[in-house]
């Protein structure tokens, strides 16, 4: 199994930055595409952003633009740098790895943009 441990949410006000974490440990090897999603209360979780093993991103149309993700394989670790927050951005964020046919989500973290 895959253990993933997300950090970095919290609060911030509109048009602020925040940078997420998730560190991969566990059964690691053959980790491919990782990635983050979000979901806002009483909606569905939605897509953020992907990055395939090579590096190749991927994201949803209402982040494109203002958020960045990245990973470092040496640290099993991925990233989302998120700039220019709306209140609509306000939801709890987890992280996606996947391994082959197997799929490990994250616990969340929360992220707020309010003034």
């Known amino acids: 199994q895959v253990q993933l441990v997300e950090s970095g949410g919290g609060l911030v006000q509109p048009g602020g930055s925040l940078r997420l974490s998730c560190a991969a440990s566990?059964?690691?090897?053959?980790?491919?595409?990782m990635g983050w999603y979000r979901q806002a209360p009483g909606k569905e979780r939605e897509l953020v952003a992907t990055?395939?093993?090579?590096?190749?991103?991927n994201y949803g149309d209402s982040v494109k633009g203002r958020f960045t993700i990245s990973r470092d394989n040496a640290k099993n670790t991925v990233y989302l740098q998120m700039n220019s927050l709306k209140p609509e951005d306000t939801a709890v964020y987890y992280c996606?790895?996947?391994?082959?046919?197997?799929?490990?989500w994250g616990q969340g973290t929360q992220v707020t943009v309010s003034s």
């Open positions: 996606k790895v996947l391994r082959g046919p197997f799929v490990s």
């Open positions: 990055i395939t093993g090579g590096g190749s991103p």
């Open positions: 566990g059964s690691i090897f053959s980790i491919t595409a």
